[in-house]
């Protein structure tokens, strides 16, 4: 049996990828990386800090599952709840006893990271870099998007994108999620008189405003409606959250009563 994080030559094996970010970055100045285990961590910031011992190394976990941050609070490792989260890659409930101690010496600092963080990375990542990272694999960048967001990391950053075995249900749900958070996609009741033309002139402004139909569902048995009214629950693409923003708020103004669906 080989552990795969609790043993020291999985941990010297992990370390190449500190002396490779070495090679490529001399300079570098932080180096934010996933952590589980701490197979991973304890070997790279290990191979980071003795060749360079000015680097910045940064773990990053999940706050659904903070292992390290317990093990560094008790002095030692303990179990932690196993809560579901989208890192499930670092989903670990307890360091690694032989990780523990290199984690302690060659870490600067532990971050903990949401699950809505971990969302937007993972859009992020594949927006903009064309990346296709799992949740354990961008939690780094979940970090430097949000707790790292105004720290100072310097001006060469590595992050450890460490997977992307991600399925693609779950990659649907986590995009349209992140989407949702960033107000791009827009989940709306409108109420509207139950008369002839009404939902036609409804889809008629928001074509005016620019906010593409993703889907809409027309309910007119609701039973906390008066007889004369109808709902429609409507999903829209907009550009970004100051459009919605002003989709809501140009409705709202033209006589419609609208909410948000959380």
């Known amino acids: 049996f080989i552990h795969p994080f609790d043993d020291l030559e999985v941990v010297a094996g992990q370390g190449t990828l500190g002396l490779e970010i070495l090679e490529d970055l001399p300079e570098v100045d932080t180096v934010v990386l996933p952590v589980g285990g701490g197979g991973l961590a304890a070997g790279t910031a ?43 890659g670092i989903r670990v409930g307890q360091t690694g006893l032989l990780t523990f101690p290199y984690l302690e010496k060659y870490l600067n600092d ?26 354990a694999g961008a939690a780094p960048a979940a970090a430097l998007l949000g707790p790292l967001a105004q720290a100072d990391l310097g001006r060469r950053v590595v992050l450890v994108i460490s997977g ?79 459009h919605g923003d002003q989709v809501v708020q140009s409705l709202q103004k033209a006589g419609y009563r609208v909410e948000e669906k959380p």
Do not use: C, W, Y
């Open 164 to 242: 992307g075995n991600i399925d693609i249900p779950l990659l649907e749900r986590v995009l349209v999620r992140a989407l949702l958070e960033k107000g791009r996609v827009l989940n709306l009741r409108v109420e509207l008189s139950d008369r002839p033309g009404s939902l036609g002139r409804l889809a008629t402004r928001l074509g005016e405003l620019e906010a593409n139909i993703l889907h809409l569902f027309h309910d007119r048995l609701a039973r906390d409606l008066p007889l004369d009214s109808t709902r429609v629950e409507v999903i829209l693409e907009t550009r970004n959250q100051e």
């Open 110 to 135: 532990l971050v903990l990271v949401g699950e809505k963080d971990i969302a937007q990375a993972i859009l992020v990542l594949l927006e903009n870099k064309k990346v296709l990272a799992e949740g």
């Open 46 to 88: 290990l191979a980071l800090k003795e060749r360079s011992p000015g680097v910045r190394v940064l773990g990053v976990q999940t706050a659904q599952v903070p292992s390290l941050a317990a093990a560094r609070e008790r002095g030692q490792p303990v179990m932690v709840p196993m809560r579901p989260t989208l890192g499930d």
